[in-house]
C-alpha cells in the first residue's frame, strides 16, 4: 500500500484547510496512479487519506482527515449524504434533474454525478476517480431512492489530460433515450446525454433562469450564448413577448426549438446559429434594442494567464449587451471562468457600464443552484457568477 510524506511547507498547507497537496509539497514515499493512500507528515503523524496522482500538478486530494482508512462504509456515507441533500432542496425528483454529486464540493474529488429522470451521467476527472469507478457506480445504486434504467459514463472533459487520462464515452447500464426529457417544474425540455455539452445539461443555471423570467410579462428578451435556449423558454413562458436565442451550436439551436415546441412558446421565440459578439454589435447597428438580455459565455478564462484576455472579453461583450437595453432593462450577465473572482467580475462590469454611458445597479449577485456547493475550503467550487444588472 502507498504512502506519502509532506514537506513542512506541505503540512502547513494542509493544516490551513485546503484538501488539494502539490506535487513540491511531496517529501517522500510512492504510490500507484489513483491509489488511495494515507498521509504523514515530517514526524509520520498521520494527516489522514488521499487520492494520489502520477501526473497532475495536484498530487494528493485529501478525503479525510482521520487516520482510520476509508472503507465501503466511508464512501457509502458520502453519497449517501450528497443524495439526501439534494431531497432536502427539493431536486430529487425521478422526472426531474440535478447535480447528485459534485466532485470535491461533495468530498468525492474528480467524480460528478448529473441526474436526467432515472438517467444518471458519471464523469471522472482524476486518476483516484477513474480507479474507483466501478464501486463509485454500485454505491450510487445503493444510495438512490430509485431505480436506474440507464447510467452513461461521460468522462471526456479536457481536465483528464493533467490525468494523462484518455477521453471515454460508454452507456454502463440500460439504453440512452432519444430524446430524453426533464421536468422541472412547468417546464419541460430535452437533454442529449451523448453529445451535449458537460454531462448534457447547464444544471447550474436552474435557479437564476426562473429569476430572470420574474418581470418577463410582455418583455423582449435576447438569450445570448443561450445553449438548448432554457433563458428564453423560461422567458416566454412566463410572458414575454417576444425572444431571440443566439448560439454558435447548431444542434443547441435544433433544442430551442423543440425546447420552445413543447412548452407552447414556439410562436414567440426565434433561434439564430450566430457568433455572440458579432451578432450583439450587430442588432446594435440594425437599431433592435431589448428589455432584457442575458449573456453567459463559455469560461473566458480556463487558467490564470487567460484571465487579462478574459478582461478585455467580459467588458466589451457586457458593453455591447449594455448597449442594447432599454432604460431600466435587465441584464442578466455570468461568468463561468473559476479563475475570475465575483468580486474582478464585478469590476468588468462596472467597466463595461462606463464604456457604455450607462449606469448600472448591481442588483443581485448570484452562483450556482444549491445543488452545485461551495466547499468554502475549496475556493475552485465557486465558479459560478450570475449578476443581475439594471441599466439606468
Ligand atoms: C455556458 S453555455 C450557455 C448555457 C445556457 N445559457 C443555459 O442556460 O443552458 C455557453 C454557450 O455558448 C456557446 N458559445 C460559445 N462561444 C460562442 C460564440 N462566440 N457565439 C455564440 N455562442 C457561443 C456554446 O455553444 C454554449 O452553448
Same mark, same amino acid.
Request: contains cysteine; glycine residues 8%; neutral net charge.
Given at each position: 500500500?502507498?504512502?506519502?510524506?509532506?514537506?513542512?511547507?506541505?503540512?502547513?498547507?494542509?493544516?490551513? &484547510?485546503?484538501? /488539494?497537496?502539490? +506535487?513540491?509539497?511531496?517529501?517522500?514515499?510512492?504510490?500507484?496512479?489513483?491509489?488511495?493512500?494515507?498521509?504523514?507528515?515530517?514526524?509520520?503523524? !498521520?494527516?489522514? /487519506?488521499?487520492?494520489?496522482?502520477?501526473?497532475?500538478?495536484?498530487?494528493?486530494?485529501?478525503?479525510?482527515?482521520?487516520?482510520?482508512?476509508?472503507?465501503?462504509?466511508?464512501?457509502?456515507?458520502?453519497?449517501?449524504?450528497?443524495?439526501?441533500?439534494?431531497?432536502?432542496?427539493?431536486?430529487?425528483?425521478?422526472?426531474?434533474?440535478?447535480?447528485?454529486?459534485?466532485?470535491?464540493?461533495?468530498?468525492?474529488?474528480?467524480?460528478? $454525478?448529473?441526474?436526467? &429522470?432515472?438517467?444518471?451521467?458519471?464523469?471522472?476527472?482524476?486518476?483516484?476517480?477513474? +480507479?474507483?469507478?466501478?464501486?463509485?457506480?454500485?454505491?450510487?445504486?445503493?444510495?438512490?431512492?430509485?431505480?436506474?434504467?440507464?447510467?452513461?459514463?461521460?468522462?471526456?472533459? !479536457?481536465?483528464?489530460?493533467?490525468?494523462?487520462?484518455?477521453? +471515454?464515452?460508454?452507456?454502463?447500464? &440500460?439504453?440512452?433515450?432519444?430524446?430524453?426529457?426533464?421536468?422541472? @417544474?412547468?417546464?419541460?425540455?430535452?437533454? @442529449?446525454?451523448?453529445?451535449?455539452?458537460?454531462?448534457?445539461?447547464?444544471?447550474?443555471?436552474?435557479?437564476?433562469?426562473?429569476?430572470?423570467?420574474?418581470?418577463?410579462?410582455?418583455?423582449?428578451?435576447?438569450?445570448?450564448?443561450?445553449?438548448?435556449?432554457?433563458?428564453?423558454?423560461?422567458?416566454?413562458?412566463?410572458?414575454?413577448?417576444?425572444?431571440?436565442?443566439?448560439?454558435?451550436?447548431?444542434?443547441?439551436?435544433?433544442? $430551442?426549438?423543440?425546447?420552445?415546441?413543447?412548452?407552447?412558446?414556439?410562436?414567440?421565440?426565434?433561434?439564430?446559429?450566430?457568433?455572440?459578439?458579432?451578432?450583439?454589435?450587430?442588432?446594435?447597428?440594425?437599431?433592435?434594442?431589448?428589455?432584457?438580455?442575458?449573456?453567459?459565455?463559455?469560461?473566458?478564462?480556463?487558467?490564470?494567464?487567460?484571465?487579462?484576455?478574459?478582461? +478585455?472579453?467580459?467588458?466589451?461583450?457586457?458593453?455591447?449587451?449594455?448597449?442594447?437595453?432599454?432604460?431600466?432593462?435587465?441584464?442578466? !450577465?455570468?461568468?463561468?471562468?473559476?479563475?475570475?473572482?465575483?468580486?474582478?467580475?464585478?469590476?468588468?462590469?462596472?467597466?463595461?457600464?462606463?464604456?457604455?454611458?450607462?449606469?448600472?445597479?448591481?442588483?443581485?449577485?448570484?452562483?450556482?443552484?444549491?445543488?452545485?456547493?461551495?466547499?468554502?475550503?475549496?475556493?475552485?467550487?465557486?465558479?459560478?457568477?450570475?449578476?443581475?444588472?439594471?441599466?439606468?
Amino acid at each position: 500500500m502507498g504512502k506519502a510524506t509532506l514537506s513542512g511547507k506541505g503540512r502547513r498547507w494542509v493544516l490551513g &484547510g485546503h484538501p /488539494w497537496i502539490y +506535487r513540491d509539497d511531496i517529501a517522500g514515499g510512492e504510490a500507484e496512479s489513483g491509489e488511495l493512500i494515507q498521509v504523514e507528515d515530517p514526524a509520520g503523524n !498521520s494527516l489522514g /487519506w488521499g487520492l494520489f496522482s502520477s501526473t497532475s500538478k495536484i498530487a494528493l486530494r485529501l478525503v479525510t482527515r482521520q487516520p482510520v482508512q476509508p472503507k465501503r462504509e466511508f464512501w457509502l456515507e458520502r453519497v449517501q449524504r450528497a443524495v439526501q441533500a439534494r431531497e432536502r432542496m427539493g431536486f430529487l425528483n425521478p422526472r426531474g434533474a440535478c447535480r447528485l454529486i459534485a466532485a470535491d464540493a461533495d468530498r468525492i474529488p474528480g467524480w460528478i $454525478v448529473d441526474l436526467y &429522470g432515472t438517467t444518471a451521467v458519471v464523469q471522472s476527472s482524476i486518476q483516484g476517480s477513474d +480507479r474507483m469507478r466501478d464501486f463509485l457506480v454500485e454505491l450510487l445504486e445503493a444510495a438512490l431512492p430509485f431505480k436506474l434504467d440507464c447510467i452513461v459514463d461521460r468522462s471526456d472533459s !479536457s481536465v483528464r489530460r493533467f490525468e494523462d487520462l484518455d477521453s +471515454r464515452v460508454e452507456i454502463l447500464k &440500460g439504453q440512452v433515450t432519444e430524446g430524453l426529457e426533464v421536468h422541472e @417544474d412547468d417546464l419541460v425540455y430535452e437533454v @442529449d446525454v451523448l453529445n451535449g455539452h458537460k454531462t448534457g445539461h447547464y444544471l447550474d443555471q436552474r435557479l437564476n433562469r426562473q429569476l430572470a423570467a420574474r418581470e418577463a410579462q410582455g418583455k423582449r428578451v435576447l438569450d445570448a450564448f443561450c445553449y438548448d435556449g432554457l433563458f428564453g423558454v423560461r422567458a416566454a413562458m412566463a410572458g414575454a413577448e417576444d425572444v431571440l436565442c443566439l448560439d454558435q451550436s447548431g444542434p443547441a439551436g435544433e433544442r $430551442v426549438l423543440r425546447n420552445a415546441e413543447r412548452n407552447g412558446v414556439a410562436h414567440k421565440l426565434r433561434f439564430e446559429k450566430a457568433n455572440c459578439m458579432q451578432a450583439l454589435r450587430n442588432l446594435k447597428s440594425e437599431g433592435h434594442s431589448f428589455d432584457i438580455a442575458i449573456v453567459d459565455p463559455p469560461a473566458f478564462a480556463r487558467n490564470r494567464r487567460e484571465i487579462s484576455g478574459a478582461e +478585455r472579453g467580459y467588458v466589451e461583450l457586457n458593453r455591447r449587451a449594455l448597449a442594447l437595453l432599454e432604460a431600466g432593462g435587465l441584464l442578466v !450577465s455570468a461568468s463561468c471562468s473559476y479563475n475570475v473572482r465575483a468580486s474582478a467580475f464585478v469590476k468588468f462590469l462596472a467597466s463595461a457600464g462606463r464604456l457604455a454611458e450607462r449606469d448600472v445597479w448591481l442588483e443581485e449577485l448570484r452562483g450556482a443552484s444549491p445543488d452545485h456547493p461551495q466547499l468554502l475550503a475549496v475556493p475552485e467550487t465557486a465558479y459560478l457568477k450570475c449578476a443581475f444588472l439594471r441599466a439606468l
